[in-house]
């Protein structure tokens, strides 16, 4: 646009929104700023120019190669169609818009610009080159359509590798391979392939849904709530992905909340959370593992022995590998004082994770156990659990020594066998009263064992330093409160 005159040039200026300078000044902007790599700042330039002259096809055709740039591919498609439909003849234009066509797997429309090219310029040896590639694209997409319709999923999959290589931003090729996929039992690659397939259509909630429900099915419950919302941002009215919503919300709370619990050590509150958990969701198995595998740990932590030790075994058939399991169960076997179980849970977890430091400190510490059993075992003496508290072991100590005083007995025999048993009990009542030896005989060793005392020494030491029966008359009497 001329201008002769300053007022044409201020009126034209106000209708258009911009002077001819102006707009030379945002193309060269766009120029050095996409030269720069500044998209976005390269962009906002092309913008204004487009709008300043909405006649001229090369300003389109620029905007479009920022777009491409960006990797957006969609929005460069109208750009070249409006640069092409101000401009026929323009080549470049005709090539780019064909290439990302074929890119897109719409090989119909590609091979019409690759031919406009051709008709124009017969020898353009990029335009045949796409042109063959649009033919064979074509006939690739027949044969996984066919191979797929046969049932012959795998056959598809390896069609569709190569029909994917020829055109990346086709979302039908990835959605049918997604499919095959899951009919093959290979859910994770199914999502490597739904999850490019949501950018490459503008409203894609179907495969935001599948990517959630596949995600779910695995036990990725939070990337599950997340695709979930992505199709509720697309349409919040959206019933299908509304009903999955509301159900993965559910149950992601009460998995996190159970969690939660377990940090703050209320593991019985945990144990009816993972409960919830099998009732909120019984059908797929990861949540039922997941939750026996769980509850079996809290058990232990409550030391309830015997009951974990089921829930546990229930679980470890479900999940014969799973380390934790084995380890839980170990643990309660221990509580049981079954230390030979223990061992073998620790060994068996210990072949499926070699390098784990907490399973070779628990295979240690139930092999140092099942050692000590053998000799000396405190909890057995006193006839207690390894979970009683001090109340208990006192009142089981009392029993005991009532019943085995060497005063009960008469023949010198059974006053030595007495005298025996009477020492075992006191012993156990004084290690197991005292939190740090009881620490040690909990960690497998006998702090009473002439081994584990600095500078050894044989016979049995009475644990006071003094013996009660020293000059073989038992005064000692035993007084009940």
């Avoid at 911009?18 to 030269?35: C, D, F, Q, S, Y």
Wanted: include cysteine.
């Amino acid at each position: 646009i001329r201008c002769n005159v300053q007022v044409t040039c201020l009126f034209i200026s106000g209708v258009l929104g911009a002077t001819p300078v102006e707009i030379e000044h945002h193309l060269e902007m766009g120029r050095k700023l996409l030269a720069a790599g500044q998209l976005a700042e390269a962009l906002s330039h092309y913008h204004s120019a487009v709008e300043g002259d909405s006649k001229n096809y090369l300003t389109y055709y620029k905007r479009a190669a920022v777009f491409l740039a960006m990797g957006k591919s969609k929005s460069a498609l109208p750009d070249l169609s409006q640069a092409i439909q101000l401009k026929p003849d323009f080549l470049a234009a005709r090539l780019q818009r064909g290439n990302i066509l074929l890119k897109q797997g719409n090989t119909e429309e590609a091979r019409e610009d690759f031919l406009a090219v051709l008709n124009r310029s017969p020898d353009h040896e990029e335009a045949h080159d796409q042109l063959h590639k649009a033919d064979d694209l074509e006939l690739l997409q027949e044969e996984a359509h066919e191979a797929h319709h046969r049932g012959d999923y795998f056959t598809t999959v390896q069609v569709l590798e190569k029909v994917i290589e020829l055109s990346p931003w086709d979302p039908e090729s990835r959605e049918l391979r997604a499919e095959c996929y899951i009919r093959l039992g290979d859910p994770r690659k199914a999502i490597m392939d739904l999850t490019p397939a949501t950018r490459l259509r503008a409203d894609n909630r179907a495969a935001f849904l599948k990517l959630s429900q596949l995600h779910y099915s695995l036990g990725d419950h939070h990337d599950s709530l997340s695709q979930v919302r992505e199709c509720l941002k697309l349409d919040q009215d959206d019933k299908e992905c509304f009903v999955h919503y509301k159900q993965v919300k559910k149950l992601s709370k009460q998995l996190d909340s159970a969690e939660e619990l377990i940090l703050e050590q209320r593991y019985q509150e945990a144990t009816e959370k993972y409960e919830s958990v099998m009732r909120t969701e019984p059908n797929v198995a990861f949540y039922t593992n997941k939750a026996k595998e769980r509850i079996c740990f809290c058990l232990v932590k409550m030391k309830s022995a015997e009951e974990a030790v089921d829930i546990c075994s229930e679980a470890h058939q479900r999940e014969p590998q799973n380390i934790h399991i084995l380890r839980d169960r170990a643990e309660a076997y221990i509580l049981q004082q079954e230390y030979e179980k223990a061992v073998e849970d620790y060994q068996e977890a210990r072949e499926f994770d070699q390098e784990n430091q907490e399973l070779r400190e628990g295979l240690e510490r139930a092999q140092k156990l099942l050692k000590q059993s053998r000799k000396r075992d405190y909890y057995k003496i006193l006839g207690v659990s390894r979970s009683a508290n001090k109340q208990e072991i006192i009142k089981a100590y009392r029993k005991l020594a009532q019943q085995w005083h060497p005063d009960n007995f008469q023949s010198e025999a059974d006053k030595k066998e007495a005298e025996k048993k009477f020492i075992d009990i006191a012993s156990a009542k004084e290690v197991l009263t005292n939190p740090e030896m009881r620490q040690k005989v909990d960690s497998g060793e006998d702090p009473l064992d002439p081994e584990n005392q600095q500078g050894g020494g044989g016979g049995r030491e009475w644990p006071f330093g003094f013996n009660p029966f020293e000059g073989g008359n038992f005064h000692f009497k035993f007084h009940q409160h």
